[in-house]
């Protein structure tokens, strides 16, 4: 299953960002993306940032969400997604079913 994952700054707690832990959540996000867990990903110019992880389990999300070093500094929300056209049909089916009622 894919989930929207969002970290924001957790108020205004300075965080000392050092090259090595900066260095080591890169390797992180290739090894991720090479092992096809994680599908996209950002930083937001403001501090934070966000990624689509796709994963088999409750653990595997929560390994993917905690491996960040950043992780006990931010707020995290956690969305899970789906593919827009397939939801979209999906839902316009249902709603043929709800009319022919």
């Not at 299953?1 to 959540?25: D, H, Q, Y």
């Not at 966000?50 to 931010?74: E, G, I, M, Q, T």
């Not at 939801?87 to 009319?99: F, I, S």
Request: glycine fraction near 6%.
């Amino acid at each position: 299953m894919r989930f929207l994952i969002t970290m924001r700054r957790n108020g205004t707690r300075t965080v000392k960002a050092a090259p090595e832990l900066l260095r080591e959540r890169a390797k992180q996000i290739r090894k991720m993306t090479e092992k096809g867990k994680l599908l996209w990903s950002c930083v937001f110019v403001s501090g934070g940032g966000a990624y689509v992880v796709d994963v088999d389990s409750a653990a595997d999300l929560s390994n993917a969400v905690r491996a960040n070093p950043a992780f006990k500094y931010c707020s995290v929300e956690i969305e899970p997604i789906v593919d827009a056209a397939g939801a979209l049909e999906h839902a316009a089916d249902l709603l043929d079913k709800v009319k022919k009622a």
